[in-house]
């Protein structure tokens, strides 16, 4: 693992992971009769609606769909979750201790960070940037660093523990030269489709999504 990489979480490199949902209101009645646990409704934040919850080592889940009281344009991620036909994940973050020598070691690697923002609300300090090699999404992780989350973050609901997290792809050399390369420390398996595993140790038991 890169020594730029805050420590992991329960075992793996995630700092948080978002889960596309068609239907919000319906998707955190699912959660929680699922796991036992109800996710917190963070309210709207423009054409999304968002609501989360978090795991025993501090990384946490986003949940994010269209607001149904919205009118406007949709932004690509909402209008994206909004055609789902079953809740997928989306993206996931890792996050590092400093954003601008993590992004010239990405660059060094042949990977710059693209799309960097530096993002300021409500409580929310951070800087994201996503690899290139974004076409490889969702299995390519974004990285963040943190400057500041609202003090209500640390009582967020608390799902449970992280058990399992792994990332497939139909090309896994292709994927896990990437993240060597970044420095992230995850294996990729072998499947039919790119996309992103999680299982969770919750009330109910352990819940895979």
Known sequence: MHPLIVSE????PLDHIGLGVPDFAASLDLFERRTGVRPLDLGAFGAQRRAVVRFSAGS???ILGPDPDYSGALDPITAFAKKLEVPSFLFWYVAVSDFDAFATHASQAGH???????????????????????????????????????????AWPLAGKMVDFYVEHPE???????????GIALPIQAGDSARIALKISTPKGVIEF
Not at 9 to 12: H, V
Not at 125 to 150: E, F, T
Not at 172 to 182: C, E, H, V
């Open 112 to 154: 710059p960070l693209l799309g960097v923002q530096h993002i300021q609300r409500e409580g929310y300090d951070y800087r994201i940037g996503g690899p290139d090699g974004i076409s490889h999404v969702p299995v390519v992780p974004w990285i963040i660093q943190w400057k500041a989350k609202p003090d209500s973050a640390a």
């Open 60 to 62: 946490f889940l986003e």
């Open 172 to 182: 896994p050399p292709a994927i896990q030269a990437i993240l060597n390369r970044l």
């Open 9 to 12: 979480s329960d075992g793996f």
